[in-house]
């Protein structure tokens, strides 16, 4: 299925557009639509859709300068122009913009089903083309892509001197002088253990790394891709590094077997400081592994700032019991492990069972205990059943009994960890939910309105929304949208166009197709329901 936005600011375009096309039949799936571009650029870059159809002549941002903005920043976009206007100035414009395809007003259904349907062949292609892992690994052969892939693997481990950076970087044609530095490092993982999958997600991601133009990438090891970026101010760096950050794991999770783990090192002003952010990063990497919540949540991404926003960051513990540092990075995969580990330390030495079961899970117990503590808990008031003595007696009946207690203390020392690094922006959405409460009627509320009253950039806030809160932020907002709707449905006798507007949609029409696309019963079966 291939994903659809559409922009024009006639209403009635869009709902022939919404209306007219068999969608799901035709293998495409309508996700949202605007009627003006710069509404439409804050939902595109959250919704990110496969194709956009947009008008070229609209208020505040038109559909050239609408498509150029998307090409900068989301340029696997396919683009559709729509014009009533036979010009050939508009023609060409849009053709060195890089547009797919350009129909005339007024077009019939079959004419833009025929488009998009050329669109999709030409995504097909280029997705093949992409993910062709072979020329991926002849790629990485070429010799200046080794040298610049040694030259930056050097430079993020703070091997290469001043001098010989900027004689590398003028040699290799790489541009990094900049005011500010991040360093980026995804790692990419196939949830079944696939390589095929893992590779094909890399090949992707490495064709559409080469193009950023405020970044420089190599991967390190298979499905290491490692960025250093670059920004004229703190503000341009952040907000370059998070849209990048969700772009990877758009791309990479394509492959629904796909999993990418993205850890966002600290700012630092010279390029002989790149090894502290990229440490910084790794640390990060380690801390998030490859537990299950990544799986959970296919795209997580982890900032270096987000860490320390918690004044009980984990980076910071020391503790000189070896568990307790383990227990500290393990993924929620590690606890077969430690089990196995612990099994095996028991068969080791037969007949002794009870003796070293006991001994473990005390030992484990204690290393729990502490990492609760270090982190502002009290076991005694968090889990007082597993410092019980008939807990301990419960659990050395036999092995089975055995292995399950240990799962249950490490899972609730896991989760107990967990939630000390989920949270940290508790106040910020908390202000964010409070402000769309209080906004959602105004057509003008968007994501980026939203993120400025909670002082972080739109593709940090869009991160954060979207991870603390399990849903995007336009989901959020169109669902707040909805539930108020159907209160005045059932508490008052208001017109539904006027119901539309005063819930914050600029069109009734739109209105109609998205409560019938949430609810399964369009405004008036719902409103004829609740009067029963």
Known sequence: MYSVFAVDDEPIVLEGIRSKIDWEGSGFVFVGEATDGEIALSMIQELKPDILITDIKMPFMDGLELSSAIKKIQPWIKIIILSGHDEFDYAKKAISIGIEDYLLKPFTPDELLSSLTKTACQIDKERKQLSDISKLREELKTNEALIKKDFLNNLVHGSADTNTIMQKCSELGINLLSRYYKVLISKIESLSGNSQNQQEACSLLNSYSAAWEQAVSFFHHSNLLVCIFKGSSQQELEESIFHAAETIGHIATKNQDCAVLTAIGKTVEHLSQLKTSYEDAKHILE?????????????????????????????????????????????????SAIIDESMTLIHNNPGQFQVFASYLLVDLIFAVSKLVEKLGGDIKQLNPEILQRKFIDDAVQDEENFTQKVSQVLNFALNFRDSKMTGKYADVILKAKRYIEENYADQNTTLTTVAEAVCLSPNHFSTIFSQECKTTFIEYLTNVRLENAKRLMRETDMKGYDIAYECGFSDPHYFSYIFKKNTGLSPREYKLSTDR
């Open 287 to 335: 801390l998030g592994g490859t537990s299950e919540q990544t799986s959970e949540n296919q795209n997580r991404i982890i900032s270096s700032d987000d860490l320390q926003h918690n004044s009980l960051d984990l980076l910071d513990l020391k503790e000189n019991d070896p568990l307790v540092d383990r227990l500290k990075y393990a993924g929620k995969n590690d606890i």
